[in-house]
């Protein structure tokens, strides 16, 4: 040790006194003057972070409410800067941008804009003269609140383009236009904030076990409802995403820079990554590009002695985060991964890595990025224009015409997905006749057609294809995210074009449904096909209307002579009797009609023509759900997450975040619905496990998804069998053939589902069936918790086909245990019923088409009658 501290300071001298600046991260400060390049001059009447906020980047973490004070403050002091807010977050938090560039191109923005848009039009785009148009570059900062260099830096790099100056600047300025966006998950920025600003010492402790470098449950990287929005990007499912997809279209960016962090122990990454693992549909062109800009970033880090690397780690595949999205638009998209100190600083394989350092690398890379820009500036617009021609061109030639889509059973679920098309400028229409393709029927008025032959063509084959074979099995996210999968919708490719009705303009209006013979005398009737039935009916129950659910058909005339068949699980709300006002229970439904899309049939009648009466006792009382969600450390928090926000944001129901550690204090009886999500329960005290137990004998219906399952059927709760793997064992006369140490990650690897796409069967006279009209149901997996089928024939509701893979990548050692086996198995334990769900009905907020399961499992987990699992 002290032979190598010797020869340390010996280097150190070394390159002290032969000029050169040893750049060690422990010696990092929080000064504008470590930060700045040392060449450059700043006008004096721009604020500087300090002068505004009263604290240097990196001496304290900068809260939202901070940075956007500052930004508020540059806007107002320079002529090259633009302040635009464009959303709130969930917590009511501004979402902004800056647009920066030269005082000149200001004055003619919007006429730059549109000859910018216009390179993306195959149609236009040759007329334009690229050599002399600026270059487009969005700048985002820390989508992961938990990693915040990105966001301490934008203070800079707002402040340096602000306030430099010299030809150099002023140069790229009148060249460029930046879109400084230094936030894309403000409440997750902020509670990250908080937590290592409230946990800060005097004395800064690097020391890896303290508070401050290990954050509570669940984190400061997500949004308000704990969701990761750099996999939102193509989802668009929440408002940070909507308000900068939206930004992204009114400009498309040449280059949108993403910068995030790492481990403590790495370096610094930049893309391009894992060349093997880019999506096809990328082009050469663009990874050609990137790989272009990257020696801009080598070449600033080189300067600055910081260790860096790329084409490793991560990949181009999945299109749905920030550095891949562009990539599909005509643009570039580059990711940064910066070791994080996650907090002031920490102890690393390194050395002490301290939070200015990792500012400072975010900040040399924005300027490598600009100056990157400049000088490929014309070859990177130029691709642009080249890449939308390619691209309809490809849709020209495609063997596929047209992609057709939708249901007449739930217009909501097929709305959603028009609207997440749209969101994404994609063309489409009407349908304007009915149709028959490949067995699937499609109708004029619920259904539309997707045209091959536009410019998106690259995005909506990303968005529609089957992908089951791949040059590498290894993914740093999904396999695959076939859309009208995710939505449950019959979709068909077809060879010619079809018969197309109005263009959808905009994003659609939400349908409205009806409510069918008026005001009734007897009883309201509805489905439960549409998406949002379950809102109407939890409004119904929490005004206290009685209402039932029918387990089996029946058919009745209307009114209007016509005869119609309702479908197992219709929801009936008699009149008689009630403690609601009738006249109360009318508005309701009125309001179910056109909130929630759902048609409702009022009856003068219980006699029916065939089938139950409404009076039968194959009506089922329902009680309303009173949900609570076991949450808090072992639970995961993104799975958490996605329940509370469906029931929240899309339902309007109360869902109480129940932590692991309250269990046995808490009064259970105020439940009658408990969701346990993926997670390691082992934690939970004995008490809280008995408490559950006798919670779930007395009546309670208790949800449990993916791992959950191990802990249930382990505390008896749930009546459960796995397959067991046969591709770790090895029989005693098989020899181990010995294989490549450099494979290992690679083979073992090939083994985990990131996320793929299966078949599965539904039966559609279970509880959990009802709504569906169809029994080849497709669900997303990313585990390999393979749950055997229930020896009661009844208590399997849905289970995978024989050949189920739709699309993504599973092991043919996988696939084989996965075939036959069931995605949900029902437990009666006492009173109660356990939902064994294998995997996440309710996956990223955008898998609409199983989200109908969970909510069966809410209403009407209390129906099922007594059927024991295994």
């Known amino acids: 040790m002290m032979r190598f501290s010797t020869l340390l300071a010996a280097l150190s001298f070394f390159l002290l006194s032969s000029g050169v600046r040893a750049q060690n991260p422990a010696d990092a400060e929080a000064s504008m003057e470590y930060y700045l390049p040392a060449e450059a001059s700043y006008d004096s009447s721009i604020p500087t972070p300090e002068e505004v906020l009263g604290t240097v980047p990196g001496q304290w973490h900068v809260r939202h409410d901070q940075l956007v004070q500052y930004m508020q403050a540059v806007a107002e002091a320079s002529d090259r800067v633009t302040l635009h807010e464009y959303g709130k977050t969930y917590e009511d938090r501004p979402l902004l941008y800056l647009t920066i560039t030269s005082p000149e191109n200001h004055g003619n923005i919007d006429r730059i804009r549109q000859e910018h848009l216009a390179l993306t039009d195959p149609d236009r785009s040759g007329e334009l003269d690229t050599g002399n148009m600026p270059i487009v570059l969005y700048m985002g900062y820390s989508i992961h609140g938990d990693e915040p260099s990105g966001a301490n830096a934008s203070l800079l790099v707002a402040y340096h383009l602000a306030a430099a100056q010299g030809g150099e600047v002023e140069q790229q300025l009148a060249n ?6 230094p936030s894309l998950n403000p409440d997750g920025l902020n509670r990250f904030a908080s937590w290592a600003n409230t946990h800060k010492s005097k004395n800064v402790v690097s020391d890896p076990n303290s508070m401050e470098l290990n954050q509570r449950w669940p984190s400061g990287r997500t949004n308000h409802y704990w969701f990761d929005l750099n996999r939102d990007w193509m989802l668009v499912q929440h408002p940070e995403s909507q308000g900068r997809i939206e930004n992204f279209h009114r400009w498309m960016p040449n280059i949108l820079t993403d910068h995030h962090e790492m ?16 999506h096809p549909i990328t082009s050469p062109e663009n990874q050609e590009l990137t790989k272009a800009i990257a020696g801009y970033h080598a070449d600033k880090l080189d300067k600055e002695q910081h260790l860096y690397y790329s084409e490793e780690s991560y990949d181009d595949f999945y299109y749905g985060k920030g550095s891949t999205y ?12 910066q070791a994080s100190s996650r907090g002031h600083a920490q102890e690393s394989i390194h050395g002490v890595l301290t939070f200015p350092f990792t500012i400072k690398n975010q900040f040399l890379t924005s300027l490598s990025t600009l100056e990157a820009a400049q000088d490929l500036r014309v070859d990177i617009l130029n691709y642009q224009r080249d890449f939308f021609k390619k691209s309809r ?3 020209d030639e495609a063997s596929t015409a047209a992609y057709v889509f939708g249901t007449p059973y739930d217009r909501a679920r097929t709305h959603h997905f028009v609207e997440m098309l749209k969101r994404h400028r994609i063309e489409l229409y009407e349908l304007a006749e009915d149709i028959d393709v490949d067995g699937e029927s499609f109708e004029a008025g619920s259904a539309y057609v997707v045209p091959s032959d536009q410019k998106k063509y690259k995005f909506i084959k990303a968005l529609f294809e089957r992908r089951t074979t791949f040059s590498d099995s290894l993914f740093y996210d999904v396999s695959t995210w076939t859309m009208p999968y995710a939505f449950n919708l019959p979709f068909v490719e ?7 009705g109005d263009k959808v303009e905009g994003l659609p209006s939400f349908p409205e449904g009806e409510v069918v013979g008026g005001r009734s005398s007897y009883a309201y009737l509805f489905e439960w096909d549409e998406y949002y039935a379950p809102r109407a009916l939890y409004r119904l129950l929490d005004q206290g209307v009685r209402a039932k659910v029918a387990t089996k ?3 009745m005339n209307l009114d209007d002579g016509e005869v119609k068949t309702f479908d197992y699980g219709t929801v009936m709300v008699p009149l008689g009797p009630q403690r609601t006002d009738r006249e109360k229970i009318h508005q309701l439904i009125e309001q179910a009609a056109e909130q929630d899309g759902v048609t409702v049939y009022g009856m003068g009648t219980g006699l029916t023509s065939a089938g139950i009466d409404l009076g039968s006792g194959s009506f089922e009382i329902l009680e309303k759900p009173s949900v609570a969600i076991v949450s808090g450390e072992g639970a995961s928090s993104y799975e958490v997450g996605e329940v509370w926000h469906l029931l929240d944001q899309r339902y309007e129901m109360q869902a109480t975040l129940l932590p692991g550690n309250r269990i046995a204090r808490a009064d259970l009886s105020r439940y009658n619905v408990m969701v346990m999500v993926n997670g390691r329960y082992d934690g939970l005290a004995n008490e809280s496990v008995e408490e559950l137990r006798r919670w779930v004998q007395n009546g309670g219906t208790l949800i449990t998804t993916k791992y959950a399952n191990n802990w249930a059927r382990e505390q ?3 009546h459960i069998k796995f397959v067991e793997s046969e591709a770790d064992t090895l029989e005693g006369s098989k020899e181990v053939k010995p294989k490549a140490y450099a494979d290992m990650n690679k083979s073992r690897g090939a083994q985990y589902i990131g996320g793929s796409i299966f078949h599965a069967i539904l039966d559609l006279t279970h509880p959990l069936g009802y709504g569906y009209n169809d029994n080849d149901l497709t669900v997303f997996r990313n585990s390999t918790l393979f749950m055997k089928k229930a020896e009661n024939p009844y208590a399997t509701p849905l289970y995978y086909t024989d050949e189920p893979l739709a699309s993504g990548y599973i092991s043919d050692d996988n696939l084989k245990q996965l075939s036959g086996t069931a995605a949900i198995v029902v437990s009666d334990t006492g009173s109660g019923r356990v939902i064994s769900m294998t995997d996440n009905p309710n996956f990223r907020a955008f898998w609409y088409g199983t989200n109908k399961l969970f909510l069966n499992a809410v209403f009407f987990g209390q129906t099922i009658a007594g059927s024991s699992g295994n």
Do not use: K, Y
Request: no cysteine; glycine share 16%.
């Open 176 to 181: 460029s236009i930046v879109l400084l966006d």
């Open 263 to 278: 481990g403590t122990n790495a370096t610094f990454f930049f893309q391009p990554g894992i060349q093997s693992r880019t």
């Open 326 to 337: 562009p990539d599909v638009n005509g643009g570039i998209g580059i990711l940064f991964e």
């Open 393 to 395: 061109q490809a849709g």
């Open 494 to 500: 077809v060879e010619r074009g079809v018969a197309r």
């Open 553 to 555: 058909p029946f058919t």
């Open 716 to 718: 008896g709760l749930a």
